[in-house]
């Protein structure tokens, strides 16, 4: 049988049964789907890629572990979700300590540690990037791969009451910044990512 | 549907929560209302309608290049490399506990050598000797924390008990006549105040 007419499901045991082509089938199913998820979190077109890999590679390896009972789809958005944040988080410290290093030094801040390739302002992923990443996290899951609520509580792991407040907080935040510098309309937005 | 309806209505039909023809009706007054569409339209294109994301070139061969050293998954199991934790490992080692003990007995007695022995304490002024850390750790369990001295080994409580008895074996005369017989002493309750006990000497007392 070929590979594309087999479910996800189907394509995982064959995987687990030493078909390594069904996890090629995988990818192509879910590769987009990744990377938008990490690029609209991370906001740096530099590590998408990198995070993309990354996810492919370490659901394969937990691949044992994926339950039948689960959306594959979302069991791998959860992984890319969670590399993205952690990935957010590290380049967080990892500009404190730069700072916190600079200020001992006496030394003036270099503004080429800024972190994030920020999209231009015109380009609709300029305002996802002024959320917190929790904020972003939910709404790219909530509202761009229509994710349910406790889908998203799970990629998170946070409570659903938190998910809906991150989505709140975070809609708002995009009417204030929106209101201040509302999307172009008339111009599309360039390709992002 | 009026403007302020849609206002009320406006998180939910973002949350998806509305039944079909309330967000159907608040869908068509959003395109027909330029008010409304000023204050939510961006937001609602934002969310509604994201811009497709372009997968790098090459990207899908990287990846099955990446996956193809790596051994097949196995039902049930993981490859547990997510979080490698090597310096908690030895908790999972057989030895743990007993190094565990070892470290414990030689805390205990160290402790323990810290005390004076024998009872010279009867002849001098009571509050010229500072209270010994047993007894300022039996006092942290017995006075400051009730209930809390269970959590002492066995052993540890017995040296507790006994050293308590023996600081205050003292009959309570020995501090009358150590007051009236020492009159550089500065003025003393019958009953010597509790002192400041250290946070550490309390956590270790008590086992933690």
Not at chain 1, 59 to 78: C, I, M, T, V
Not at chain 1, 104 to 125: C, K, M, N, Y
Not at chain 2, 8 to 31: G, K, M
Not at chain 2, 189 to 202: G, W
């Amino acid at each position: 049988m070929s590979h594309d007419k087999l479910t996800d499901g189907e394509l995982v045991r064959a995987v687990l049964g030493g078909d390594r082509q069904a996890f090629g089938v995988l990818v192509d199913r879910h590769l987009s789907a990744v990377v938008a998820v990490v690029g609209r979190i991370v906001c740096n077109r530099a590590d998408v890629e990198d995070l993309a890999q990354d996810t492919f590679v370490r659901a394969f390896g937990r691949l044992g572990q994926y339950g039948q009972e689960h959306s594959f789809r979302n069991w791998l958005l959860k992984i890319a979700t969670n590399l993205s944040l952690n990935h957010l988080q590290a380049r967080k410290r990892e500009r404190g300590r730069y700072l916190r290093l600079a200020e001992t030094r006496g030394e003036a801040v270099a503004e080429v540690d800024e972190g994030p390739e920020l999209p231009s302002p015109r380009e609709w992923q300029y305002w996802l990037s002024k959320l917190d990443e929790s904020q972003r996290a939910a709404i790219v899951l909530f509202h761009f791969h229509e994710m349910s609520y406790a889908e998203v509580a799970e990629a998170l792991d946070a409570p659903i009451n938190t998910v809906r407040t991150y989505l709140h907080r975070g809609r708002k935040r995009l009417r204030e910044l929106m209101s201040v510098r509302p999307l172009p309309e008339s111009e599309p937005c360039s390709a992002v990512i | 549907m009026q403007c302020r309806d849609i206002k009320l209505q406006i998180e939910a039909w973002w949350d998806r929560d509305l039944p079909p023809e309330t967000a159907a009706r608040v869908e068509r007054h959003l395109e027909t209302c330029p008010d409304c569409r000023a204050e939510y339209g961006p937001v609602t294109q934002l969310l509604r309608h994201p811009e497709p994301v372009a997968v790098p070139d090459g990207l899908r061969d990287r990846i099955l290049a990446a996956v193809e050293p790596l051994p097949l998954p196995v039902a049930g199991k993981s490859d547990n490399r997510r979080h490698p934790r090597p310096w908690i490992g030895f908790l999972h080692a057989p030895w743990a506990g007993a190094l565990a003990a070892c470290l414990t007995f030689a805390f205990l007695a160290w402790v323990s050598s810290m005390i004076p022995v024998g009872g010279s304490h009867i002849e001098e002024p009571v509050v010229t000797n500072p209270p010994s850390p047993l007894v300022l750790a039996s006092w942290a369990g017995a006075l400051t924390m009730p209930g809390q001295m269970g959590a002492l080994p066995a052993i540890a409580r017995a040296a507790v008990f006994e050293q308590v008895v023996q600081e205050r074996a003292a009959p309570p005369e020995t501090f009358v006549r150590n007051r009236i017989s020492d009159q550089d002493l500065p003025s003393l309750d019958a009953t010597p105040a509790i002192p400041q006990i250290p946070i550490l000497l309390r956590l270790s007392a008590l086992g933690a």
